[in-house]
């Protein structure tokens, strides 16, 4: 095992080896006539709510995750927040994360409440991700 230096100490390699985000495949996939969402057209708290959603990073890499496509749909009822959403990878382990992160996003918009749920139809692929998701991505250092 290799050893690297770090503010003068050492530490084993794997010690920086982190799986936690390391699953989303950046596969083709079939591209969907209503997908990517991204709050075009909403205006009020909807819009506000949106604008909040693309400030919410994938823990993964810095890219919005509505440049990702991960929103499926947003509404706002009664002062309440609803939020469709999914995940690049279903056993995403930053799930608990990024749904807190949405929420707390949607909250901040200036809504009473905010209920998030994870779908999963149509699964996301890459061909979801917005041009500028994919010039973000590219950035990165992803080729997508």
């Known amino acids: 095992m290799s050893t690297d230096e770090f503010d003068g100490g050492e530490f084993e390699e794997s010690e920086f080896e982190s799986e936690a985000c390391a699953y989303t495949d950046y596969s083709s996939g079939e591209a969907h006539d209503e997908y990517p969402k991204t709050g075009e057209g909403a205006t009020g708290t909807e819009r506000k709510v949106w604008d909040a959603l693309y400030e919410v990073e994938d823990p993964e890499m810095p890219v919005s995750i509505v440049d990702l496509g991960l929103i499926y749909g947003v509404e706002v009822v009664d002062d309440v927040a609803r939020v469709e959403m999914t995940l690049t990878y279903t056993g995403c ?25 994870l779908r999963y139809s149509p ?19 992803l080729s997508v």
């Open 93 to 117: 382990p930053a799930r608990d994360m990024i749904l807190n992160d949405v929420r707390c996003a949607a909250l901040a918009a200036g809504v009473a409440d905010a209920e998030v749920t």
């Open 123 to 141: 699964p996301w692929n890459v061909e979801m991700v917005t041009e500028d998701g994919k010039r973000d991505l590219r950035e990165f250092g």
